[in-house]
């Protein structure tokens, strides 16, 4: 089997609705706040991502680096953007694969210059195999397939900040590596870039870009509700295949298949499909176990959908009813999360989501008998993750946790509560644990197995919090009569 290739447009699965042109308008635009921030003396380039390899001659599905698609679009290897924000006219200009009708023939189609024009609304499009030449041109102060006698100017900002040695490289470098780490290709270039180009300054443009991402237009907003959407009508069609004896794949191909039928390309992260003790394991991916009567399920996941990803999690009770022990849980983490939606106020942090959240938690399980100290850290045996993350192109989006909730920034609100008794056998042996485990033991033998997390998408708007993921049933009442129709 020869290499996966993909060179699909986000502006291919766009409806009609949205408007042909709404999504290039919202690419320039962001292209714009970029080049604002950068200052006429710079360039910004920045490469697609490479194909990964799954086993030998066959490519994972390809998936275009983030940052690329956030600032044009395109979706499809070899593909390279370079910002002049000094420039009169050609600001923008994008480098596309050469067209190779043997590759084509193997790999399906690859964009003409026009159609990647279109598709990304950048000001001008040129072939891969010409963008050596270009910067060679570019970083020697001569316009790259222009005569001098007919040159009109183009590029004289970054022109005479290379004269005065004030010219700046911009590069989107992502989390930096560590001592003993290889160093990115993006990181090599710079260093290549700094051996040829005397006076050239890098700027790492990896905060700026993020930070633009962290908060999202109207576009994007529309987009991700859009995408949670088809998320959500997933999450209700795994639902209705959940019964006793089938296994975790069965209900898993139900959700996947929902994915494909409302035109979502794949899911956005590898679902998590587990019940009984699996639905304790975080990232439980093996989706193998059959079903049993009386058991929950936990379902985490989400389709890639227009470019942005939601982030959905359900615990549902495999017969259709919780028991109490179930419930008693499934309310708690519900209170939880209300108490974070509450704090998810423009101004506050989502440590303040958090913090609410977890008061919350705490109270809950010293009432259960699972922590014997609610101003103690004992809850971390049961409560073992943080609740909020951002979301957008990647379901765990670059933003920073630092900077005020402002509206236009989309994240979750995910408080679990697992209840595993390797969690107190794995304690530290010390008398107080000692003294922990003999209080709370016969609460977690009562609650064995049970894993539950509750988790819904919002965006902040200018008017209050927006629970994206509504379509999903969220209460346990809500559930249960969605699960007694299921058969309807």
Same mark, same amino acid.
């Given at each position: 089997?020869?290499?996966?290739?993909?060179?699909?447009?986000?502006?291919?699965?766009?409806?009609?609705?949205?408007?042909?042109?709404?999504?290039?308008?919202?690419?320039?635009?962001?292209?714009?706040?970029?080049?604002?921030?950068?200052?006429?003396?710079?360039?910004?380039?920045?490469?697609?991502?490479?194909?990964?390899?799954?086993?030998?001659?066959?490519?994972?599905?390809?998936?275009?680096?983030?940052?690329?698609?956030?600032?044009?679009?395109?979706?499809?290897?070899?593909?390279?953007?370079?910002?002049?924000?000094?420039?009169?006219?050609?600001?923008?200009?994008?480098?596309?694969?050469?067209?190779?009708?043997?590759?084509?023939?193997?790999?399906?189609?690859?964009?003409?210059?026009?159609?990647?024009?279109?598709?990304?609304?950048?000001?001008?499009?040129?072939?891969?195999?010409?963008?050596?030449?270009?910067?060679?041109?570019?970083?020697?102060?001569?316009?790259?397939?222009?005569?001098?006698?007919?040159?009109?100017?183009?590029?004289?900002?970054?022109?005479?900040?290379?004269?005065?040695?004030?010219?700046?490289?911009?590069?989107?470098?992502?989390?930096?590596?560590?001592?003993?780490?290889?160093?990115?290709?993006?990181?090599?270039?710079?260093?290549?870039?700094?051996?040829?180009?005397?006076?050239?300054?890098?700027?790492?443009?990896?905060?700026?870009?993020?930070?633009?991402?962290?908060?999202?237009?109207?576009?994007?907003?529309?987009?991700?509700?859009?995408?949670?959407?088809?998320?959500?009508?997933?999450?209700?069609?795994?639902?209705?295949?959940?019964?006793?004896?089938?296994? =975790?794949?069965?209900?898993?191909?139900?959700?996947?298949?929902?994915?494909?039928?409302?035109?979502?390309?794949?899911?956005?992260?590898?679902?998590?499909?587990?019940?009984?003790?699996?639905?304790?394991?975080?990232?439980?991916?093996?989706?193998?176990?059959?079903?049993?009567?009386?058991?929950?399920?936990?379902?985490?996941?989400?389709?890639?959908?227009?470019?942005?990803?939601?982030?959905?999690?359900?615990?549902?009770?495999?017969?259709?009813?919780?028991?109490?022990?179930?419930?008693?849980?499934?309310?708690?983490?519900?209170?939880?999360?209300?108490?974070?939606?509450?704090?998810?106020?423009?101004?506050?942090?989502?440590?303040?989501?958090?913090?609410?959240?977890?008061?919350?938690?705490?109270?809950?399980?010293?009432?259960?008998?699972?922590?014997?100290?609610?101003?103690?850290?004992?809850?971390?045996?049961?409560?073992?993750?943080?609740?909020?993350?951002?979301?957008?192109?990647?379901?765990?989006?670059?933003?920073? !946790?630092?900077?005020?909730? =402002?509206?236009?920034?989309?994240?979750?609100?995910?408080?679990?509560?697992?209840?595993?008794?390797?969690?107190?056998?794995?304690?530290?042996?010390?008398?107080?644990?000692?003294?922990?485990? =003999?209080?709370?033991?016969?609460?977690?033998?009562? !609650?064995?197995?049970?894993?539950?997390?509750?988790?819904?998408?919002?965006?902040?708007?200018?008017?209050?919090?927006?629970?994206?993921?509504?379509?999903?049933?969220?209460?346990?009442?809500?559930?249960?009569?969605?699960?007694?129709?299921?058969?309807?």
């Amino acid at each position: 089997m020869g290499r996966v290739w993909r060179a699909l447009l986000l502006a291919a699965s766009v409806p009609a609705v949205a408007g042909a042109g709404e999504l290039q308008d919202d690419l320039r635009a962001r292209r714009g706040r970029v080049m604002e921030a950068l200052g006429p003396e710079s360039v910004l380039i920045h490469r697609s991502a490479p194909a990964r390899v799954y086993s030998r001659d066959v490519d994972y599905e390809y998936r275009q680096d983030s940052d690329l698609l956030y600032l044009t679009g395109v979706d499809q290897e070899g593909t390279t953007l370079v910002l002049l924000p000094g420039n009169k006219t050609k600001k923008s200009i994008l480098f596309v694969s050469d067209a190779n009708p043997r590759r084509e023939h193997w790999q399906g189609h690859l964009l003409t210059k026009q159609e990647a024009q279109e598709a990304s609304g950048v000001d001008e499009v040129r072939l891969a195999s010409e963008l050596d030449d270009f910067l060679v041109s570019l970083m020697n102060g001569y316009p790259f397939g222009e005569r001098l006698t007919e040159y009109t100017g183009e590029y004289d900002a970054f022109f005479e900040a290379l004269k005065a040695d004030t010219a700046r490289l911009a590069l989107i470098l992502g989390w930096r590596p560590g001592p003993k780490d290889e160093l990115p290709q993006a990181y090599e270039f710079a260093e290549r870039m700094r051996q040829r180009v005397p006076g050239l300054q890098v700027r790492d443009a990896t905060r700026m870009v993020w930070g633009l991402r962290q908060v999202k237009t109207a576009y994007e907003r529309a987009a991700l509700q859009r995408s949670t959407d088809v998320s959500a009508d997933a999450h209700r069609a795994a639902m209705r295949a959940t019964k006793p004896d089938r296994f =975790e794949y069965e209900v898993e191909a139900a959700l996947e298949k929902a994915y494909l039928e409302r035109g979502a390309p794949s899911w956005g992260y590898p679902s998590i499909v587990g019940s009984g003790p699996n639905a304790t394991i975080l990232h439980y991916d093996r989706s193998r176990r059959q079903m049993k009567a009386g058991e929950l399920l936990l379902i985490d996941a989400a389709a890639f959908y227009q470019g942005m990803t939601a982030d959905i999690t359900r615990s549902w009770p495999v017969s259709g009813k919780y028991s109490k022990e179930q419930a008693e849980l499934w309310r708690l983490v519900l209170a939880a999360q209300d108490a974070g939606m509450k704090a998810a106020v423009a101004g506050n942090h989502t440590t303040d989501v958090e913090k609410a959240a977890e008061d919350v938690v705490k109270a809950g399980l010293l009432k259960l008998g699972l922590v014997t100290d609610a101003s103690s850290k004992q809850h971390r045996t049961w409560y073992t993750h943080g609740i909020c993350h951002w979301i957008g192109l990647d379901v765990h989006d670059v933003g920073d !946790y630092r900077r005020p909730l =402002e509206p236009g920034m989309a994240f979750v609100i995910e408080p679990g509560i697992y209840i595993r008794e390797q969690a107190l056998e794995a304690l530290e042996d010390t008398p107080e644990n000692r003294a922990f485990k =003999e209080k709370v033991r016969p609460a977690a033998l009562k !609650y064995r197995d049970i894993g539950v997390r509750v988790e819904d998408s919002f965006l902040l708007t200018e008017t209050g919090l927006v629970r994206l993921s509504a379509r999903v049933p969220r209460t346990l009442e809500e559930i249960e009569a969605f699960m007694a129709g299921r058969d309807q």
